[in-house]
Every structure is written in structure tokens, then in C-alpha cells.
């Protein structure tokens, strides 16, 4: 849902006497347009390659009171995160667990453009992201490349982006943290405030470099806060190269095109569900 961000002009008839004339009404001015707050603020090649994931695990069924009779109802088990384009033909990076045990997987790009089915290529439950495949017409102009990045330091400022709580937006938000400690798995901590929605989501550095994807924060019911969990991009590159080397991407792209219709309809039944 898009949210709208209302300017109002306060303005009321005022009497302006003309030399002896009787006065006149002079009109307010009108007032303007609600305006989009994305027209406020301007989104670059991070965001625009930052996108969400919606999963759909399975459907339970639930008894509600009806007028009548107590009645069955089917309530899907559904989830979303966020992801990141990471080459031009498709290729998402996400966290492991928004896509776990999934049995149909969406994906929107950002600014509200067409939903896309998902196939879930790869999925590393060590580390905790998985490697995904759309497919367009057209290569996406917007990605964040698996390229190595210099070693963080610790109280180097980074961001994450993503969809936290609210599904239905258009556009990424983004928060700010520092990097806080290298952990024993080889994990990244950060003293950041991330929440639910952001697993998945671009870890960068001050260069807009990804370096890593957001997969945990702290649990605020054990009195952990701005505490976060990235992993780094090294493992998920190798994944990405064994991906190609061995023909998955491939065989992924050809099963989304010959069952291009039937899973762009669960795909976009996903989205309106989520």
C-alpha cells in the first residue's frame, strides 16, 4: 500500500477594500494533489535491485464460528523476506529460511512492477542463503554483482536494505549500523536495527558494494536489541560459480519457460496472498 503523504494549504476569503469599491472575495489558493512519498525521495541502484520474496509453505485449516454452524476454513502458511539481484539474467540472493520448506515461491521487483515466479536453485542451510532464478524478456539494468570486497573492519559503517514488516510496499527502506565482531561460523555481527522482513536482504558498504545478506537479528524476548547477523559474500559466490559450472541455473531457466504460464499465475496468486 502506498503511502500518501497529504500537503493541505490553510487559506480562507479575505476583504480587500479597491478605493471605495465594494470588497471583493479574493479565492484561496488551491489546494494541491496528494503527493507519492516516493516523490519525495529518490531511490538509486541498490534499491532498484533490492526486491521481495514471498514463499508459500502450505495451507491449514482452521475452524471459525459462522452464523450458523462453525464452519473450515483453508488459511495458507505464508512468509515473505527480501533478496537481491545478483546478475543481470535473474539471479536473486536470499536468506535460506524465507524460502525453507517452501512449495511455491514470488518474487516483485521494486517500484510495484510485475511479480515473477521463483525457482530455488540452491539453498545453504550452514549459512543460511539460498540462490534463486526469475526470468524476463530483458537482463535487469540493476544488480549488485558477487564481486569480492575488501575485509570489513570493525565499526565500519554499513547499511541493509529490505521490506521489513510490510509486504505490500513498493519501495526498500533502508537502516544504518556498524560491523561488530566476526563470528566463530564465519558469520558477520552487526549493532544494527533490522526486523522482520529484512532476511535476505543487501548488506553494503559505504561504496554501495554488497558484502553481504542480512539472515538474523536478535530475539527482543531475550532482551537483545540492534543486534544483527550477516553472512559475508564469499560462500555465496562459490555456490553462484558451482551454480553455473554445473548446469542448475541453466535447467532452472528452461523449466521456468516451458511452465512459464502456470507458474506465472501461482506466482502472482502467491502475491496476492502475502
Not at 503511502?3 to 488551491?30: C, I, K, N, T, W
Amino acid at each position: 500500500m502506498r503511502l500518501l503523504l497529504h500537503a493541505l494549504l490553510l487559506g480562507s476569503a479575505a476583504l480587500v477594500p479597491l478605493h471605495g469599491a465594494v470588497a471583493q472575495d479574493v479565492p484561496a489558493p488551491p489546494t494541491p494533489e496528494p503527493t507519492p512519498a516516493s516523490a519525495t525521495v529518490s531511490y538509486g541502484r541498490v534499491d532498484r535491485a533490492t526486491v521481495r520474496v514471498f514463499a508459500i509453505r502450505g495451507v491449514n485449516a482452521i475452524e471459525v464460528q459462522g452464523r450458523r454452524a462453525r464452519r473450515v476454513v483453508a488459511v495458507p502458511e505464508a512468509g515473505h523476506g527480501s533478496g537481491v539481484l545478483v546478475d543481470r539474467r535473474g539471479v536473486i540472493a536470499t536468506a535460506a529460511h524465507v524460502v525453507d520448506g517452501a512449495r511455491h515461491v514470488a518474487v516483485r521487483l521494486p517500484g510495484g512492477r510485475a511479480v515473477h515466479p521463483a525457482i530455488v536453485v540452491h539453498q545453504d542451510e550452514a549459512h543460511d542463503f539460498a540462490l534463486l532464478l526469475i526470468r524476463s524478456d530483458a537482463p535487469h539494468p540493476d544488480v549488485l554483482p558477487l564481486d569480492d570486497p575488501p575485509p570489513l573492519r570493525v565499526r565500519q559503517t554499513v547499511d541493509a536494505i529490505g521490506y521489513p514488516l510490510d509486504a505490500n510496499r513498493d519501495e526498500p527502506q533502508s537502516t544504518r549500523g556498524i560491523v561488530s565482531a566476526s563470528m566463530g561460523s564465519g558469520a558477520i555481527q552487526l549493532g544494527i536495527s533490522v526486523n522482520p522482513g529484512n532476511s535476505g536482504g543487501p548488506l553494503i558498504d559505504e561504496q554501495e558494494r554488497l558484502v553481504g545478506l542480512v539472515v538474523a537479528r536478535g530475539d527482543p524476548g531475550a532482551g537483545v536489541q540492534g543486534i544483527g547477523v550477516a553472512v559475508p559474500v564469499p560462500p555465496i559466490r562459490a555456490a553462484y560459480e558451482r551454480m553455473l559450472r554445473s548446469g542448475a541455473m541453466s535447467r532452472a531457466w528452461r523449466t521456468l519457460g516451458s511452465e512459464g504460464d502456470e507458474r506465472r499465475a501461482i506466482a502472482e496468486a502467491v502475491d496476492a496472498i502475502v
